[in-house]
């Protein structure tokens, strides 16, 4: 069955009680967050010259992930929810293959490395554009985030095993994402209690996963003069 782009995401969202276009202040406004952040980061890294093609490109894509956010929680409509969902896949993919050759190049290959960042962008899109009573709506539908969590994971099994130093900046990021993702998962539970649900902290939370997240890669790529470890983004 086709999807109807123009239908309207309803009931995924415990602020959004009404159709309005402001009926999720909060989850709309703290979306820009991740803008700001990127935007400050891309004038820092410029200044500093520290820019590489790969690091615009995930701050571009860290732009794209808060504007698709902020389309959804105004317009809440299918193809806002596809704006917001394809961003978000492909920063994980670009990022986690990025990682993993730069920091473990012997440990795995482009092509292997390719293959599975094909695999998680493929099924983390069809899971987030799927069908929400599939993916347990009694977690806010949160499962749906399964492959980036298999990302993650396997990302950190290279690190560790080549001991690399910016093993220690991206499993605190990996920590924040497990906390952003109980915010998610807790904004319809809690909805009778806290009216405006908890999914603007997954928003909040995750912006700075995305900070730690590039400030790793600044640090310890070896491509520009912040290969020793001597500077962030901070």
Same mark, same amino acid.
């Given at each position: 069955?086709?999807?109807?782009?123009?239908?309207?995401? =309803?009931?995924?969202?415990?602020?959004?009680?009404?159709? @309005?276009?402001?009926?999720? +202040?909060?989850?709309? &406004?703290?979306?820009?967050?991740?803008?700001?952040? @990127?935007?400050?980061?891309? &004038?820092?890294?410029?200044?500093? $010259?520290? =820019?590489? +093609?790969?690091?615009?490109?995930?701050?571009?894509?860290?732009?794209?992930?808060?504007?698709?956010?902020?389309?959804?929680?105004?317009?809440?409509?299918?193809?806002?929810?596809?704006?917001?969902?394809?961003?978000?896949?492909?920063?994980? =993919?670009?990022?986690?293959?990025?990682?993993?050759?730069?920091?473990?190049?012997?440990? =795995?290959?482009?092509?292997?490395?390719?293959?599975?960042?094909?695999?998680?962008?493929?099924? &983390?899109?069809?899971?987030?554009?799927?069908?929400?009573?599939?993916?347990?709506?009694?977690?806010? &539908?949160?499962? *749906?985030?399964?492959?980036? @969590?298999?990302?993650?994971? %396997?990302?950190? $099994?290279?690190?560790?095993?080549? $001991?690399?130093?910016?093993?220690?900046?991206? %499993?605190?990021?990996?920590?924040?994402?497990?906390?952003?993702?109980?915010? $998610? %998962?807790?904004? *319809?539970?809690?909805?009778?209690?806290?009216?405006?649900?908890?999914?603007?902290?997954?928003?909040?939370?995750?912006?700075?996963?995305?900070?730690?997240?590039?400030?790793?890669?600044?640090?310890?790529?070896?491509?520009?003069?912040?290969?020793?470890?001597?500077?962030?983004? %901070?």
């Amino acid at each position: 069955m086709a999807i109807d782009f123009n239908a309207p995401v =309803v009931g995924a969202y415990c602020e959004r009680a009404t159709s @309005g276009f402001w009926a999720e +202040p909060f989850n709309a &406004g703290s979306s820009l967050l991740v803008i700001v952040l @990127g935007l400050v980061a891309v &004038g820092f890294l410029v200044r500093s $010259r520290l =820019v590489t +093609p790969l690091i615009m490109a995930l701050m571009g894509l860290a732009v794209a992930i808060g504007t698709g956010s902020f389309l959804l929680h105004t317009f809440a409509t299918r193809w806002a929810e596809l704006a917001d969902v394809i961003p978000i896949w492909a920063f994980v =993919v670009v990022y986690g293959v990025a990682v993993a050759r730069k920091f473990s190049p012997n440990s =795995v290959s482009m092509t292997t490395a390719v293959l599975f960042g094909v695999i998680v962008f493929g099924a &983390g899109t069809a899971l987030s554009m799927g069908d929400k009573l599939v993916l347990a709506d009694e977690i806010s &539908g949160s499962s *749906q985030y399964l492959p980036a @969590g298999l990302m993650i994971v %396997s990302v950190l $099994r290279l690190l560790w095993k080549d $001991r690399h130093p910016s093993l220690l900046l991206i %499993s605190l990021a990996a920590l924040l994402f497990v906390a952003a993702l109980a915010f $998610r %998962s807790l904004d *319809q539970p809690l909805c009778s209690l806290w009216p405006i649900g908890t999914h603007f902290l997954w928003h909040i939370t995750n912006s700075i996963v995305f900070w730690l997240l590039l400030s790793a890669l600044v640090v310890h790529d070896p491509a520009n003069s912040s290969g020793s470890g001597t500077k962030n983004i %901070s």
